[in-house]
């Protein structure tokens, strides 16, 4: 019982890791997308 727990645990835990950093990598996408359309809106003002 106690090894089937532990692996609940880590599987838990490593779930967790992965949804953490797949939602940085989303936050990170997301920001460097807005600076890159600032630059291009900057460099282009009247189109």
Known sequence: MWLLF????VGAA?????????LVVLVVL????G???RIL??????G
């Open 14 to 22: 490593l779930l967790v890791k992965a949804a953490a950093v797949l």
């Open 6 to 9: 532990v692996v609940l645990f």
């Open 30 to 33: 997301v920001v460097l997308l």
């Open 35 to 37: 600076l890159t359309l």
């Open 41 to 46: 809106r900057k460099r282009r003002p009247r």
